[in-house]
């Protein structure tokens, strides 16, 4: 077996379009990614892709961003407003979980803090087993740890809002409810099942255990890159605070920059399926592994001009690029929450009173709203358990320094 690496970002848009190359980097993680989506490949990811992307679509994330997440959102960030203070991964695991349990179906009966702390403990471990190819831990604890989280997810919430479901499901097979009553989530739709592909009740159990830690995992440590790079561009160009605070379509731009800089896999692995050449040195075989470093090709300089090590909110791109580089994938396993999260890309028609900016903005705009700023006698720390650069730690102040 021969592994093949590159950062060059135009073979790497090459292998992720590529058909005869097979997703690779979830084989450690098999306890709760084995049969899920973004594992899949072929026929089968396809008649997946096309069944669960009835709940991804354009006007339904408008929606969700104007209407249903902004009441989710005060209710979450309230108790740290109240406290003046809080660790960002904390709040952030917090909100986006509730934003992926949202998508991916699973109800929070009580609306207790206690029912919160419990998933988002099940789904940190979830995160753990998903990414265990670049766990520090040993890889046996955590995949023993997952298998107990499966299981306690699966009596406290996956068995309660699975029979919800299919009370509901009934009664619109029954006409007594119409299309619209029908809770718009991935649960819902793998149980209706209207493609009737295969499904059993266990692969179910891990899709939605996948959805829930692959949106909030990602989109929670979204939000802190975004933050940290944005205290730092204010701290050598504070003529831009204004627009920071006041300016959500710069805001945003911030964000997209911060999304270039800071894949969430800083790396894609894939396997061909058959010989195949993506270029000249990348002649491969079946059993070779190609591994693809999204973070280095995002900071390509001839793709993203001289300074793409910077965080730069004014950079210039051929419109052809896309502006957050790699980061949301593309091809065959395009994020399915990539507009959701990442929003639309404003122009000179764009109004932005009704843009839709995605979540990770308006988390970033609400902390700003609350004047959030760096504790000085508490300094964000690395998360040391994983490879992936993240932060552990991220403690902030809420209001004026007094
Ligand atoms: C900033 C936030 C996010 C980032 C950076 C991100 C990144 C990615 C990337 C890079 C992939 C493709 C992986 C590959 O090609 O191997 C992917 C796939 C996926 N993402 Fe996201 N994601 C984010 C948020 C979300 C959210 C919020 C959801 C759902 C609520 C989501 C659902 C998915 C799904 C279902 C796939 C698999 C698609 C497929 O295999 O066909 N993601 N994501």
């Known amino acids: 077996m021969t592994t093949f690496k590159t950062s060059n970002y135009e073979i790497i848009k ?235 379509i710069f805001l945003q731009r911030c964000v997209h920059e911060s999304m270039r800089l800071h894949p969430a896999s800083p790396v894609a692995w894939r396997k061909p399926t058959c010989p195949l050449e993506l270029d000249k040195e990348i002649k491969m075989n079946q059993g070779d592994l190609l591994i693809m470093d999204l973070h280095n090709a995002n900071r390509d300089k001839e793709i993203f001009g001289n300074d793409a090590e910077e965080f730069n909110p004014y950079r210039e791109l051929d419109p052809n690029q896309s502006i957050w580089g790699l980061t949301f994938g593309i091809g065959l396993h395009l994020c399915f929450g990539r507009d959701l999260d990442g929003g639309l890309i404003a122009d000179e028609k764009t109004k932005p009173e009704k843009h839709q900016y995605g979540i990770v903005t308006l988390l970033v705009r609400k902390l700003f709203e609350n004047k959030v700023r760096l504790d000085p006698d508490n300094k964000p720390l690395k998360d040391m358990n994983t490879e992936r650069p993240n932060w552990g730690n991220y403690p902030v102040l809420f209001g004026e320094k007094k």
């Open 14 to 248: 090459k292998a992720l379009v590529n058909r005869d190359l097979k997703q690779a980097l979830y084989d450690e993680g098999k306890v709760i990614m084995e049969g899920v989506l973004l594992t899949l490949h072929g026929e089968e990811h396809h008649q997946r892709r096309k069944l669960e992307h009835k709940v991804f679509q354009r006007d339904f994330f408008k929606y969700y961003e104007h209407e249903l997440f902004p009441k989710t959102l005060n209710e979450t960030i309230s108790p740290f407003l109240r406290k003046g203070s809080a660790d960002l991964l904390d709040f952030g695991y917090r909100i986006t979980m509730n934003l992926t349990a949202d998508f991916a179906g699973i109800d929070r009966f009580k609306k207790t803090p206690e029912e919160t702390e419990n998933l988002l403990t099940l789904v940190k471990i979830f995160s753990q087993g998903a990414t265990l190819v670049h766990s520090k831990r040993p890889h046996d604890e955590v995949n023993m740890e997952v298998t107990e989280a499966l299981e306690v997810f699966e009596e406290k919430f996956l068995i309660p809002s699975k029979n919800r479901r299919l009370k509901i499901l009934k009664q619109f097979n029954e006409n007594i409810l119409n299309e619209n009553d029908l809770p718009r989530d991935v649960l819902t739709v793998l149980l209706r099942n209207v493609d009737g592909i295969n499904l059993d009740d266990d692969l179910i159990k891990r899709e939605i255990a996948f959805y829930l830690q692959a949106g909030s995992h990602s989109t929670a440590n979204s939000m802190v890159h975004a933050l940290h790079e944005i205290f730092e561009w204010m701290e050598k160009h504070s003529e831009d605070k204004e627009k920071i605070y006041n300016d959500p």
